[in-house]
């Protein structure tokens, strides 16, 4: 089966500009994430959709980003304004998550993922 | 919600010895528990995951974890280092409700010949 896509794989913008990723998850997969991967640490969760609804996006900084998953499959993630401290690779993510009652494989496949720089 | 610890942000082996990566996860239930690998330039591959049953788990390339609630820990290991283990590796935990995944920092591994 084919993996998560994610374009472009790199992205050089100056600050205050703004940029947009997009990501098309794993056919059939229910759950989204979007990771923020700064270098030296690990990936951050910044939202998680469930279809196209959102379960979580508690570390996501509103003011600056946003992201959709419209009708449920693929997502963009946006910034603007950019800023020097968004530079980082951004990671998307899906699983099966198969919702509540069930268990859920909540395996997480990876795409490649954003090389963000921001100067 | 949980959190994962992961402590050593490097670990050094040489080639033959045993690799030990610790994480420790906060958590009031226990929650599925997982070990990536980042290797350099590429996408995070799972190593191996615990959701329920045996507590011991074997994953690829010769690795395996043991799930111990009594310490909070799900460390990894793997009884005979090889130099194409060098890479971060990475902790991960997701609440059994609501299928969020949480990482740790990372523990960078470097296999000496």
């Known amino acids: 089966e084919a993996g998560v896509a994610q374009s472009p794989r790199y992205k050089i913008i100056e600050k205050r500009q703004s940029v947009a990723f997009w990501c098309n998850p794993i056919?059939?997969?229910?759950?989204l994430y979007w990771y923020q991967q700064i270098l030296g640490q690990g990936p951050k969760l910044l939202i998680q959709f469930q279809n196209n609804g959102v379960v979580d996006d508690s570390q996501l900084p509103k003011d600056r980003f946003s992201a959709e998953r419209l009708k449920g499959v693929d997502s963009t993630l946006k910034i603007q304004p950019a800023k020097l401290e968004d530079s980082a690779v951004y990671l998307c993510a899906s699983s099966r998550g198969l919702g509540t009652g069930r268990v859920m494989n909540t395996e997480a496949f990876f795409g490649q993922g954003t090389r963000l720089t921001v100067v | 919600a949980q959190s994962v610890t992961q402590l050593g942000s490097h670990v050094s082996v040489s080639e033959g010895a045993l690799v030990l990566l610790r994480c420790n996860y906060s958590?009031?239930?226990?929650?599925?528990l997982f070990w990536y690998v980042q290797y350099p330039n590429q996408g995070l591959q799972l190593l191996l995951k615990y959701t329920t049953g045996a507590t011991l788990v074997k994953g690829i390339n010769g690795f395996e974890a043991e799930f111990k609630k009594s310490e909070t820990s799900f460390h990894l290991t793997k009884p005979s280092a090889h130099m194409s283990d060098a890479a971060e590796y990475f902790c991960a935990v997701s609440d059994r409700g609501n299928n969020d995944m949480r990482f740790g920092a990372g523990t960078r591994l470097t296999v000496k010949p």
């Open positions: 056919s059939g997969h229910a759950t």
């Open positions: 958590s009031s239930v226990p929650p599925y």
